[in-house]
């Protein structure tokens, strides 16, 4: 019964969230991006002078939402717990990566999802490079990867994600000089709903993701490795709610060509979600997964979003983002590296063994 009551808890969570998502691109977030968690923290870089991509300028209080959301919610269960030092540098760069892969095909899972309920064919693409990523990824995970355990850590150490986005979200409200805007017509960073309707937005997932573990990357792993499809569920229902709700209210636009912030190369949609994917499972969550363990006091998570965050301002400052153009040459030379580099982690963390503490002479 209990099983039951889950699996009906992360539907019902995924319909809420299916309907907000495609709700806020109709609001005036950018079309199949009302929520993108990598987009969104690109855009945030964006706006605190992390990168100077003018159309992709614009702190999302979606992200701050969710994060404060995922901490209301854990606190309030008291499950709120600061804890840390799993290879914390390793996550930073596993996060990095998988933003490099994010950038490169656009999106992260979840935008992945909605650019399907949106009609866009070109994410077909991206979600076959996903499952291979997940794929590669649970191949280490069945031969023992590991980042090894967490450890408690002091009280205040968890509390310094959420603290930092209240900080972002009064930059946000106060506008000083040095919080950049895209203009008006300038990209999708000028594209937004109201700073209201969009914090709301963010609070309600981050609560409902906190609660049902909502993970795209935990769901197919769970599958592969246990054959537990609860969490596969929620997104299952994120996408058939945004996709009746597109329906509605005219947001439905099926093919390849001229879908909004895509392109249409489908080998680097593929391999850019790759990348993902793979970092990903070696991370143990998703984007959105790190943003709500982050809110739970995590500073493993919190040390992976600021990975992220990096990730997305060096895509921008070095040309390495796609565009609607298209993949750009050096944004693909990043992604073969990423899928490099995340494979030597999975093979170090798997098969090199750490020698035993030499013995103190006498």
């Not at 969710?66 to 499950?79: L, Q, T």
């Not at 309600?204 to 049902?212: E, H, M, N, S």
């Not at 006091?297 to 965050?309: E, K, P, R, Y």
Request: one cysteine or more.
């Amino acid at each position: 019964m209990e099983k039951k009551n889950d699996k009906l808890m992360i539907i019902i969570a995924g319909l809420v969230i299916g309907v907000i998502a495609a709700g806020l691109a109709f609001l005036g977030n950018p079309k199949n991006m009302g929520f993108c968690i990598a987009c969104f923290i690109r855009d945030t870089a964006g706006g605190l002078g992390l990168h100077k991509a003018p159309p992709v300028q614009y702190i999302r209080p979606e992200i701050i939402g969710i994060v404060i959301g995922s901490f209301c919610a854990a606190f309030a269960k008291k499950e709120f717990s600061s804890k840390g030092g799993s290879a914390p540098m390793t996550r930073f760069v596993l996060g990095f990566f998988a933003m490099v892969g994010c950038l490169m095909f656009l999106g992260c899972p979840f935008r992945m999802i909605l650019r399907l309920a949106g009609g866009d064919m070109n994410a077909i693409f991206g979600l076959v490079g996903f499952v291979i990523g997940i794929f590669c990824g649970i191949f280490f995970l069945k031969n023992g990867y590991s980042l090894k355990r967490t450890y408690s850590l002091t009280a205040g150490e968890g509390y310094w994600m959420p603290i930092i986005e209240v900080v972002i979200f009064a930059l946000l409200l106060i506008k000083p000089a040095f919080i950049l805007f895209s203009e008006e017509g300038a990209g999708p960073g000028a594209m937004h709903a109201a700073v209201g309707i969009s914090l709301a937005a963010g609070l309600v997932v981050g609560v409902l993701a906190q609660r049902t573990r909502l993970c795209m990357v935990g769901g197919m792993r769970d599958l592969v490795l246990f054959k537990e499809t609860r969490l596969l569920w929620g997104f299952i229902a994120i996408l058939v709610a945004a996709l009746i709700t597109n329906l509605v209210l005219g947001g439905f636009k099926f093919g390849f060509a001229e879908q909004p912030v895509a392109h249409t190369d489908g080998l680097w949609n593929c391999l850019g979600m790759l990348l993902v994917g793979f970092a990903c499972v070696l991370l143990g969550g998703c984007p959105l997964r790190q943003l709500i363990m982050s809110g739970e006091g995590n500073a493993d998570s919190a040390v992976t979003v600021l990975g992220l965050l990096v990730g997305a301002a060096f895509c921008h400052n070095f040309g390495l983002a796609s565009s609607g153009e298209g993949p750009t040459p050096a944004g693909k030379v990043a992604v073969i590296i990423g899928i490099v580099v995340v494979a030597l982690i999975g093979v170090v963390n798997t098969y090199v063994k750490e020698k035993a503490p030499a013995k103190e002479a006498a």
